[in-house]
T-cell receptor, first 114, second 110 residues
């Protein structure tokens, strides 16, 4: 099946710094990627839909200036958490949709903000 | 608004026993329903979707529009079925967004 990678798998940063997370579709092109956030023992919450070549669509309550999304190519989307604070600590998961409309998920990135 | 409810956080069964993971949904339209599975230390992966009407790893799920349910069933649980199971709904249009339930941890004991 299709493979989606995320980098880094784990990141620790200081409060106030920015962190970039990459999501790549390794063997297929994805015009649409999705970014989710998962709190411990809770479900995946969709943050935004990333569309190649256009602006991301953010879910209600998600600050677009806080969580910058760039989908510059058909195989790469990035999520930048700007001016991170401890409450941004979470597990961030991306998925990429292939031409059959199926979503394939990345392994996730654990962000810890000190 | 679309919503998915999985009432059980944890379901523990013995090997060989039947399994039923409950999922109810709320959506004003005709949804697509999915079950995703996450094995320990692995990524989320698609288990099955209602439109395929297929059995994967012995699991089946039938969409019941009257009861707005999409319960996941398996007649005989295996130890390797132990995992986290998420029910998800995709509404028609709206960017094909997936809405996930809170998940049920299935533990199959020997």
């Amino acid at each position: 099946g299709a493979v989606v990678s995320q980098h880094p798998s784990r990141v620790i940063c200081k409060s106030g710094t920015s962190v970039k997370i990459e999501c790549r579709s390794l063997d297929f092109q994805a015009t649409t990627m999705f970014w989710y956030r998962q709190f411990p023992k809770q479900s995946l919450m969709l943050m935004a839909t990333s569309n190649e070549g256009s602006k991301a669509t953010y879910e209600q309550g998600v600050e677009k200036d806080k969580f910058l999304i760039n989908h510059a190519s058909l195989t790469l989307s990035t999520l930048t958490v700007t001016s991170a604070h401890p409450e941004d600590s979470s597990f961030y998961i991306c998925s990429a949709r292939d031409q059959t409309n199926e979503q394939f998920f990345g392994p996730g990135t654990r962000l810890t903000v000190l | 608004a679309q919503r998915v409810t999985q009432p059980e956080k944890l379901l523990s069964v013995f090997k060989g026993a039947p399994v039923e993971l409950k999922c109810n949904y709320s959506y004003s339209g005709s949804p697509e329903l999915f079950w995703y599975v996450q094995y320990s230390r692995q990524r989320l992966q698609l288990l099955l979707r209602h439109i395929s009407r297929e059995s994967i790893k012995g699991f089946t799920a039938d969409l019941n529009k009257g009861e707005t349910s999409f319960h996941l069933k398996k007649p005989f649980a295996q130890e390797e079925d132990s995992a986290m199971y998420y029910c998800a709904l995709k509404g028609r249009g709206g960017g094909n967004k997936l809405t996930f339930g809170t998940g049920t941890q299935l533990k199959v004991e020997l």
